[in-house]
């Protein structure tokens, strides 16, 4: 059983593009969650879906970031016009119910130049 | 004040040294997590309790619901256990299975 999948796991982007991170959950796991971790702080939540839904967002910031876990393929955090700010581990984790333990995966590092 | 404390931030240890590292959390919590993270690596799930105590080789980690603290030993250290271990709680009652992080213990074990 393969553990949770994202890609790239690094990835460059020039201020003003798009960022778009992939996470494949582990086989079986319907409960998606994404953490961000930036230089020198602790990682901190940013929003919880299901198949097809939104749980909770309540960790991302207003603009410029979104997140989807469609009925079929991985899930997709999607940055646009990205700054420098934006620079960080990007995790995502896991889990087959929602008080399960969580499984995180390698994680994707986004330097914007 | 953070809703998850941990400490010493920093830890260095001599090889076969017992090593703890605390959490304190100011939030009525659902379950515990004790993380793992190398330099530069990814994240592994060490020990998710709400009770008691567990062990997985040497490694044991313990919680007091009540006094809202948890504490995770290493056993006969080893240099390959050198990373940095989080600590993070599931708020009880809430709807989602977020979960909030502590800074992290960054801890190096010297041969």
């Known amino acids: 059983n393969a553990g949770v999948m994202q890609n790239p796991r690094h990835l460059v982007r020039r201020r003003g593009q798009e960022a778009r991170l992939r996470c494949s959950p582990m086989?079986?796991?319907?409960?998606v969650y994404w953490y961000r971790q930036l230089p020198e702080e602790g990682l901190k939540f940013m929003v919880y879906l299901q198949k097809e839904n939104i749980i909770d967002e309540s960790g991302m910031p207003k603009e410029r970031f979104s997140a989807e876990f469609p009925k079929e393929g991985p899930s997709i955090l999607r940055i646009q016009q990205v700054v420098r700010g934006d620079s960080a581990a990007y995790f995502c984790?896991?889990?087959?119910?929602?008080?399960?333990?969580?499984?995180f995966g390698p994680g994707t590092r986004l330097t914007v130049t | 004040k953070n809703e998850v404390e941990q400490s010493p931030q920093n830890l260095t240890a001599q090889e076969g040294e017992f090593i703890t590292i605390n959490c304190s959390y100011s939030v009525g919590i659902s379950a515990l997590h004790w993380l793992q993270q190398h330099p530069g690596g990814g994240i592994v799930s060490l020990f998710m309790l709400s009770s008691g105590k567990k062990k997985h080789g040497r490694l044991i980690a313990t919680i007091n619901i009540q006094e809202k603290h948890s504490s995770l030993h290493i056993t006969a250290s080893h240099p390959r256990d050198s990373a940095v271990y989080i600590c993070?709680?599931?708020?009880?009652?809430?709807?989602?299975?977020?979960?909030?992080f502590g800074t992290g213990t960054l801890l190096a074990v010297q041969p």
């Open positions: 086989k079986g796991h319907s409960h």
């Open positions: 993070a709680v599931r708020e009880e009652g809430g709807a989602t299975n977020k979960l909030i």
């Open positions: 984790a896991s889990s087959p119910q929602r008080i399960d333990e969580q499984y």
